[in-house]
């Protein structure tokens, strides 16, 4: 009953450095998100996805890509680390159907990232 | 597009009520209310759909204002073990098949012994 899985849980990157964080679900959900947290704040949308081979820029896409070749996986991509992107990263995901819309959704434990 | 959420931080004493707001300049599908330990993941407390349907604990109770775009969070009878940030998310009406949900700045609840 893995849920959803985020890896690394903690990373230091050097500016300008890029890094994949992963992410898998085994809940079979279609509806996948990244969002990042930094200290004290909410949670901003990065993208997310309604389906394999389908994604779409949520609020804060600039500086990170996704992609999401099978419905398990929704890997993000930080290209040029810069210390902006210092944040905690959390991957959700939903049941099928409605998506978050109507859904709970599940959220990873959270990846810590600080660029320095 | 970001839902605002009010207070920003409140404190209370054990078996105190409290009420979070949460609302938006946009058309609403749905609500999701989430609470946040520090350290942790979200935790999903409630869903409130247009239309009147709630998914949620039995414990807690909220409102949904389809007209106004409001939500409202009702904490009763406090406990310690409600000590966190909670969250609102907003699905905006015509975005339900994209599931594009969105959070407000969070709210603080300390709760005192």
């Known amino acids: 009953n893995a849920g959803v899985t985020q890896t690394p849980k903690f990373r230091i990157l050097k500016i300008g450095q890029s890094m994949t964080l992963q992410c898998t679900q085994d809940?079979?959900?279609?509806?996948m998100y990244w969002y990042r947290q930094d200290p004290g704040m909410g949670l901003k949308l990065i993208y997310y996805?309604?389906?394999?081979?389908?994604?779409d820029k949520g609020e804060v896409p600039n500086g990170y890509n996704v992609s999401r070749s099978t419905t398990e996986d929704f890997p993000l991509r930080l290209e040029l680390a810069a210390p902006s992107q210092t944040s905690v990263y959390f991957c959700?995901?939903?049941?099928?159907?409605?998506?978050?819309?109507?859904?709970?959704?599940?959220f990873g434990e959270g990846s810590w990232l600080t660029v320095v | 597009q970001q839902p605002v959420q009010s207070p920003q931080a409140v404190i209370l004493r054990e078996g105190e009520d409290a009420v979070i707001n949460c609302s938006s300049s946009?058309?609403?599908?749905?609500v999701h209310w989430y609470r946040q330990k520090h350290g942790e993941a979200p935790v999903f407390l409630m869903i409130?759909?247009?239309?009147?349907e709630q998914k949620g604990h039995e414990k807690i109770s909220a409102s949904f204002n389809e007209k106004k775009q409001q939500s409202s969070l009702y904490l009763t009878a406090s406990q310690l073990s409600y000590s966190g940030t909670y969250f609102c998310?907003?699905?905006?009406?015509?975005?339900?098949?994209?599931?594009?949900?969105?959070f407000g700045q969070g709210t603080t609840l300390q709760v005192k012994p």
């Open positions: 959700a995901s939903s049941y099928p159907g409605q998506g978050a819309s109507g859904n709970t959704i599940y």
């Open positions: 809940m079979n959900h279609n509806y």
């Open positions: 996805s309604v389906g394999a081979g389908i994604t």
């Open positions: 946009k058309a609403l599908y749905s």
């Open positions: 409130l759909l247009k239309g009147g």
């Open positions: 998310g907003t699905v905006q009406d015509g975005s339900s098949n994209t599931g594009k949900l969105i």
